[in-house]
């Protein structure tokens, strides 16, 4: 089912990256000040892993401290990643997206990342989606709607999502409760 929507219309130009030499520190600050889960790494505008949140508190858990300071974002940063074309239908990219269990997806045109593409662009875009998201997680990963992201039942934001009297919400109108 193609949604008509390219991937290249909707993805963001204006995406974090990093080079692979740079340190894991440097990386994790970033991510804070720019409010962001992932930064790609690149050199010469080539796609040459990407490092997520989550990989930073694996580092964190699995390694010392000292081994921490010392690491580079090359060393830790995923080398697979699964990327789209900015010409690819909306469509292939949730279906791309939902199979590696990522949010995000980078935009690469013969190896130079041009864009990034996330779950919060493709709602931004068209809301309706969402469902249909929501419905390929219950099938791939027995969804748990408590503590994932979606639409807040409150206000209608995109954003990460507790379940507070047997309603989806964010944690701004969990706290203005």
């Not at 290249?8 to 720019?34: H, N």
């Not at 935009?107 to 989606?129: C, M």
Request: charged share 35%.
């Amino acid at each position: 089912m193609d949604t008509g929507i390219k991937v290249g219309d909707i993805m963001s130009r204006d995406f974090v990256y990093v080079s692979p030499q740079t340190s894991i520190i440097e990386c994790a600050k970033l991510m804070a000040k720019k409010r962001v889960g992932s930064v790609v790494l690149q050199e010469n505008n080539i796609l040459k892993g990407l490092i997520t949140e989550k990989d930073i508190v694996w580092v964190l858990t699995k390694r010392n401290f000292k081994n921490f300071l010392n690491t580079r974002a090359g060393d830790l940063a995923k080398k697979k990643v699964v990327t789209i074309r900015p010409s690819a239908d909306l469509e292939e990219a949730i279906r791309k997206m939902n199979k590696s269990k990522h949010r995000w997806i980078p935009v690469v045109d013969k190896n130079e990342v041009i864009g990034f593409l996330t779950l919060k662009d493709i709602i931004k875009i068209e809301p309706a989606l969402f469902d249909i998201l929501k419905e390929n997680y219950s099938l791939d990963e027995k969804f748990d709607p408590s503590g994932k992201e979606g639409l807040c039942e409150q206000c209608g934001e995109f954003s990460k999502l507790k379940k507070t009297d047997e309603r989806l919400i964010c944690n701004n109108c969990k706290d203005k409760m």
